[in-house]
Structures are given as structure tokens and as C-alpha cells.
T-cell receptor, first 112, second 110 residues
Framework: NAGVTQTPKFRILKIGQSMTLQCAQDMNHNYMYWYRQDPGMGLKLIYYSVGAGITDKGEVPNGYNVSRSTTEDFPLRLELAAPSQTSVYFC???????????FGPGTRLTVL | EDQVTQSPEALRLQEGESSSLNCSYTVSGLRGLFWYRQDPGKGPEFLFTLYSAGEEKEKERLKATLTKKESFLHITAPKPEDSATYLCAAVSGGSYIPTFGRGTSLIVHP
């Protein structure tokens, strides 16, 4: 099992550009999550999904969009990138909402 | 509002010097308390889940305990390879959304 994979590992964007962060898991988990982690801060939940076709907002959803068309994939879309979106983004999955979350390796995004 | 506070922010230990990390939580109806280890440049890696007060779990030099207000991660005779950031997260019964603490950065000197 590859677990949770994320692409790209690094990306530099200019202000106003858009991009999609990819996340895939091969554990057949229903629950998937997107977090951002800023230096010295904990993980902040952006969006989560409880299954294909079902998504909901987390703590910091503004400036982001998600979709979940399959169990395996949960892409995160950034529209009109802003410097405040410079962060490390982690995708995670779990089999149940109170179960262990398995994290991907992260995407380091810089917006200049 | 659910809150998770970890202390200390940073901890430096000599190899073999045992200590504890604290995670205080305020959530409505705790459903699970999680400990993760995060190495620099990597995603968090699961260590333990605790579900009820009084529960304890161990793995090598690590032992996690849970009370109704806080959890401790005890590190016995740490080694330099235990150096990492340790994250605590609580899942509430109200939202089922995990709330993470800011983490404790542990450095173990040889």
C-alpha cells in the first residue's frame, strides 16, 4: 500500500494564480481531510469529506474548494492565490471519523 | 469552542533523561484523544489513540495516559532518534472534527 500520496511536493505560485493540490489514498477510507500547517501552529482543518460526493467546511475554508468524485481522490483547489495561503498542506484519511488519521507527506506552497 | 493546549512548546533533554509532555483539552464529549509524531518535512505519524479516562497505552519508550482534562506523553530514557514534534488532537462528540494542539518540539541530545 502506498497509503496517502500528495502531489506536488513543492510549488511556487504568483498572486492571483490558481492550482490544484492532488491527494489520493489506497486504503479504501471513507473519510478524507485537508489541513494546513503554518510555522509554530497546529494543523488547521480546511475541508473534509465523509464519502464520495459529500464534502464539508472545516475551520479555515475561505479561498479553497474541494470535490470528491471517487473514494480514492480528494483534490484541493486554490483559486486566486494570496500570500496568506503560503503554508504546508497535508491530506489525511481515516476509516471512521473517530479513527486514526493517516497523513500524506505534504505539499509546501509559497505564494509570491 | 473546542481547545487543545500543549506544553511545553519546546523541550530539550539529555539522552536517558525521562520527562513528560502535556496536552490539556476542552471539548464537548471527547470521542478520542490522539498523539502523533512529526519529523521535519514530513506528515504526522500516528502513535496512540485514547478513548476514556484512565486508559494507558505504551510503545517502546513512550507511554500515553488520559484523564478527564488532559493527556500525558511520558518518555522514558529517551534517545536522540526520539527527537521530533509531538502533536496532540482531540475529537469531540459535537462536531467530530479533530482539534490539534500546536505541538511540543522535543530535542534529545546524545
Amino acid at each position: 500500500n502506498a497509503g496517502v500520496t500528495q502531489t506536488p511536493k513543492f510549488r511556487i505560485l504568483k498572486i492571483g494564480q490558481s492550482m490544484t493540490l492532488q491527494c489520493a489514498q489506497d486504503m479504501n477510507h471513507n473519510y478524507m481531510y485537508w489541513y494546513r500547517q503554518d510555522p509554530g501552529m497546529g494543523l488547521k482543518l480546511i475541508y473534509y469529506s465523509v464519502g464520495a460526493g459529500i464534502t464539508d467546511k472545516g475551520e479555515v475554508p475561505n479561498g479553497y474548494n474541494v470535490s470528491r468524485s471517487t473514494t480514492e481522490d480528494f483534490p484541493l483547489r486554490l483559486e486566486l492565490a494570496a500570500p496568506s495561503q503560503t503554508s504546508v498542506y497535508f491530506c489525511a484519511s481515516s476509516s471512521d471519523r473517530t479513527d486514526t488519521q493517516y497523513f500524506g507527506p505534504g505539499t509546501r506552497l509559497t505564494v509570491l | 469552542e473546542d481547545q487543545v493546549t500543549q506544553s511545553p512548546e519546546a523541550l530539550r533533554l539529555q539522552e536517558g533523561e525521562s520527562s513528560s509532555l502535556n496536552c490539556s483539552y476542552t471539548v464537548s464529549g471527547l470521542r478520542g484523544l490522539f498523539w502523533y509524531r512529526q519529523d521535519p518535512g514530513k506528515g504526522p505519524e500516528f502513535l496512540f489513540t485514547l478513548y476514556s479516562a484512565g486508559e494507558e497505552k505504551e510503545k517502546e519508550r513512550l507511554k500515553a495516559t488520559l484523564t478527564k482534562k488532559e493527556s500525558f506523553l511520558h518518555i522514558t530514557a529517551p534517545k536522540p532518534e526520539d527527537s521530533a514534534t509531538y502533536l496532540c488532537a482531540a475529537v469531540s462528540g459535537g462536531s467530530y472534527i479533530p482539534t490539534f494542539g500546536r505541538g511540543t518540539s522535543l530535542i534529545v541530545h546524545p
